[in-house]
């Protein structure tokens, strides 16, 4: 049993109380929740938004009344970002606008669902990435809300005129003031998280927007695409994150090596351009002061 099972399953495959004990006791199954269970090697394997993936479905599948994974707990099933997130809780959305009896664990929601605003991932009913990149605006900051907006944008599961249509047919209460913000902010050309923080970093910090994705060209020919470049000022930043060096690895490569052809690469494009590369990584985000003062400093003896 690869997938989240219930004890009424278990049962009506030929397993006891006993044998569901034991399995439990021996780490072959896990216990999700009371009642629920997933192999424990399955378990295992996951990280924390993959775990909280099977603990949503299992809620679904316990749940007394129709609901659908919505909020933080719909992110897994479109392989959003969930940086910055609580996953302690499993959110869903009730599709007859009723409150529900509290559930340690699960938050119900009640927001009118409209045709359009479900739809099947991996057989289970969540909210459309449309409705999801406006629900998550209510629930988190504008910093990682836009992280999950900008992934949603540029996976092509959304578009920003999509959402600001959805968005204009729906009761605003305060839990949406940061909505226009992040919709303003968005960008689907922006394509990952570490990309995300450094775009709202840099209107955060009143610094000049740069432009997203700049293509480096010869002879018509795509020789690099920088994360963000300010063409004006002549100069690029680069962002570098925590697996650049190895997810993205070539066939017999080690980590030196990619190391080497990115350095490869920032002596090119400078030789074709002129311009001036800095380097941020996740340690300069978390003092958002001092790397300010370093890329202003950066951008004045570029200009």
């Known amino acids: 049993m690869d997938s989240v099972f219930l004890r009424k399953d278990a049962l009506a495959a030929g397993y006891t109380d006993r044998d569901i004990a034991r399995e439990v006791?021996?780490?072959?199954?896990?216990r999700v929740r009371r009642g629920a269970y997933v192999a424990g090697s399955t378990w295992q394997q996951l990280d924390p938004s993959g775990r909280h993936a099977i603990l949503a479905r299992a809620v679904v599948l316990q749940a007394r009344?129709?609901?659908?994974?919505?909020?933080?707990s719909a992110l897994p099933e479109y392989g959003a970002p969930t940086w910055g997130l609580a996953l302690d809780q499993v959110h869903v959305t009730r599709r007859d606008r009723r409150s529900g009896r509290k559930e340690a664990g699960v938050s119900q929601h009640r927001?009118?669902?409209?045709?359009?605003?479900?739809?099947?991932?991996?057989?289970?009913?969540v909210t459309s990435a449309t409705r999801l990149a406006i629900d998550i605006t209510t629930v988190a900051t504008?910093?990682?809300?836009?992280c999950v907006v900008n992934h949603l944008l540029h996976q092509g599961l959304t578009s920003q005129s999509s959402i600001e249509t959805r968005y204009a047919t729906m009761d605003h209460d305060p839990f949406t003031l940061s909505t226009d913000l992040v919709l303003r902010l968005a960008d689907p050309r922006i394509e990952s998280v570490g990309e995300s923080r450094s775009w709202h970093f840099f209107w955060r910090q009143g610094l000049p927007a740069p432009e997203p994705q700049w293509v480096v060209s010869e002879a018509g020919r795509?020789?690099?695409r920088l994360d963000f470049a300010w063409p004006d000022l002549g100069c690029w930043l680069e962002f570098d994150g925590r697996q650049k060096y190895v997810r993205y690895l070539r066939d017999g490569e080690t980590v030196t090596d990619a190391v080497l052809r990115e350095k490869r690469r920032e002596e090119r494009i400078t030789e074709l351009t002129g311009w001036r590369c800095i380097r941020i990584t996740w340690a300069d985000l978390a003092d958002p002061i001092r790397l300010a003062a370093r890329i202003r400093a950066f951008l004045w003896l570029t200009t």
């Open 25 to 30: 006791r021996d780490e072959a199954w896990h």
């Open 65 to 72: 009344t129709g609901v659908v994974l919505s909020h933080a």
């Open 111 to 125: 927001g009118r669902l409209l045709p359009g605003d479900v739809e099947n991932r991996r057989g289970v009913d």
């Open 142 to 146: 504008v910093e990682t809300a836009l």
């Open 222 to 224: 795509e020789i690099a």
